[in-house]
């Protein structure tokens, strides 16, 4: 369902929704020509337990998409600070590695802020974008064990 549009599921669901009032509405006119206090009661007892089960699923949605957005926001976090910290770290390398570290991790940055600009929808081009960022990831490898050598 990824793939599907967010108004296509939203429209079957008003769609579904309606069908099921209707055929309710006209079953219960057939099987009840009048309305007594007890079939009222009835009634007002579905609705607000039809209510209060609405507003929990409303309320874990909202819970769980917090969670999602404070879990990505700690990992965005996590990846510049190790961004950062690899760049000064690059400082310790000798000379021709050092220059060849700090342009190879700008290179990883850009990418990497070029993929966070991407949504979900261009899944292609994020691929992409993602792996050219583990390449210049293994770039900076070989430069670091050729530096240690």
Known sequence: MYDTSSWVIAAALLASMLV??????????RSQTSIDDPSVAHI???????LGMLALLIGFTFS??????DS??????AEANAI????LRADLLGDPERDQA????????DLRVIAGRETLAEAA?????????NRKLEELWAVVVRALE
Request: net charge positive.
């Open 20 to 29: 099921a009032i209707e055929t309710g509405y006209r079953l219960g006119r």
């Open 44 to 50: 007002n007892a579905v609705q607000a337990s039809m």
């Open 64 to 69: 769980l998409a917090l969670q999602r957005f």
């Open 72 to 77: 990505r926001s700690e990992a965005v976090v």
């Open 84 to 87: 950062g910290t690899a760049y």
């Open 102 to 109: 700090k342009s190879l991790i700008r290179d990883y940055l």
């Open 125 to 133: 081009q994020r691929l992409a974008l993602v792996q050219s960022s």
